[in-house]
């Protein structure tokens, strides 16, 4: 960390936040939103300068979209392009083995939703600029971390244009992804854990008219094949090779992974084998799971992937970024109004939030051996026989709806809101 004190460079230096939020993803930008609602001074920093870029997680769980519809941002996010789907199916050689309804949960969040991160994120930044206290940073890079014996007391960014910035802050918290360069500034072990035996390739197809309605996992010989609607008549496509071995199954180009796609699920080869003509139209997700060391510090916290990193499957991420937001919220209010932004009040987001985490993680293994796992009879009859137990019975709708909310159901904490939003000024510019 970087010793407090006068920063010699020149640069803008912004008043001091009472909070510093790095990282403008789900977690970053939902907890920004949350503390604004509730009078505090945030400062965001996020080394874009724009959302116009590809993301690959999009699906939210209904226990995301209800934190989101509490925040008041659901409907207007969902309305600048949107894909509902009904469930998740499991296919082997066309023959449904797995069938999970989401409209067996109670509405109006009895369904997936495919929202394109942009979107989303789109949606949370303009509602921040709408409520005072608001300070944005984009095109920001964090290059250290300001320290006074042992406390993190804020950050130093370099800008756009070279520039330095100094923001104080009572708390930092580190939202900035999976790769995250504020743990790494302090010190803090990523944990990484090679969990699972398989890496995920995306890819988008144009496929107006082709909407199915729902997320399916096509299994076929030695392969599996995710796909499942997205904005604008777009079908979103996640191809699992075993990890690590993107090199080998690129060795070719892109003709046999064609072909291997078109075999796995051909009522797309006509789309794969007119759309699919390079291997730049694929990006390599490196699958893994990562559990920090610590999670807080004495004016520090992680939250969201840079606390603790899952893979694709169960579509958890956006949801476990907004339920740490969720949970973050009163935390950091209390860490506030006592004076002492210390590990002490800080730990109790950890104790909450950890035992969740984990368990996704142990969730996501067992999904990804069963779903994209070995295909063969033995496998394939004991694969029916759970199906059948899962889509059948009470049991099925009992985990889906620990699925889609989690076992201890996270709502944002509205009664803490004290600042209403300025109605909306078109031109808002950031600072």
């Not at 907890?31 to 920093?45: I, P």
């Not at 075993?242 to 070719?252: K, S, V």
């Amino acid at each position: 960390m970087r010793p407090a004190g006068p920063d010699r460079a020149t640069g803008h230096t912004p008043g001091p936040a009472d909070v510093l939020v790095v990282g403008a993803g789900p977690a970053g930008l939902a907890l920004t939103l949350m503390l604004l609602r509730s009078g505090v001074r945030v400062t965001l920093a996020e080394k874009s300068t724009t959302y116009r870029r590809d993301f690959h997680g999009e699906i939210l769980q209904p226990g995301g979209q209800r934190i989101l519809d509490q925040l008041g941002v659901l409907d207007s996010a969902s309305r600048r392009g949107a894909r509902t789907l009904d469930g998740f199916q499991v296919l082997e050689r066309g023959r449904v083995l797995l069938d999970i309804d989401y409209r067996r949960l109670e509405p109006p969040y009895g369904r997936l939703l495919a929202l394109p991160q942009r979107h989303l994120l789109e949606e949370l930044l303009a509602a921040c600029h709408r409520l005072p206290g608001f300070t944005h940073l984009p095109g920001h890079r964090i290059s250290a971390l300001r320290d006074d014996r042992g406390r993190c007391t804020g950050a130093v960014f370099t800008g756009p244009a070279g520039t330095r910035t100094t923001v104080p802050a009572r708390v930092v918290v580190a939202a900035d992804g999976r790769f995250s360069r504020t743990r790494t500034l302090a010190g803090i072990g990523a944990g990484r854990r090679e969990a699972f035996d398989q890496d995920i390739v995306w890819f988008t197809l144009p496929a107006p008219g082709r909407a199915t309605g729902r997320v399916r996992i096509h299994r076929a010989a030695g392969t599996a094949v995710l796909v499942h609607d997205t904005h604008p008549d777009r079908l979103r496509v996640g191809w699992a090779l075993p990890h690590g071995g993107w090199q080998a199954a690129t060795a070719g180009g892109i003709a046999p992974i064609r072909d291997e796609l078109a075999a796995a699920v051909p009522e797309l080869a006509d789309l794969l084998h007119r759309h699919l003509t390079g291997l730049s139209d694929l990006a390599l997700l490196d699958v893994f799971a990562a559990d920090a060391e610590e999670w807080v510090r004495d004016g520090l916290v992680l939250a969201g992937d840079a606390a603790h990193t899952h893979g694709p499957l169960g579509a958890q991420g956006i949801n476990l970024a907004l339920q740490d937001a969720a949970t973050l919220h009163p935390v950091l209010l209390d860490a506030l109004a006592a004076g002492r932004c210390t590990r002490e009040r800080l730990a109790p987001f950890q104790r909450l939030r950890a035992p969740a985490a984990a368990r996704v993680t142990r969730v996501q293994r067992l999904q990804a051996k069963a779903f994209l796992g070995t295909a063969g009879p033995a496998a394939t009859y004991l694969r029916s026989r759970a199906a059948a137990l899962v889509t059948r019975t009470p049991l099925g709708a009992h985990l889906t709806s620990r699925i889609a909310f989690g076992p201890v159901p996270v709502q944002v904490r509205t009664d803490l809101f004290t600042a209403a939003p300025r109605p909306t000024q078109k031109g808002a510019r950031s600072q």
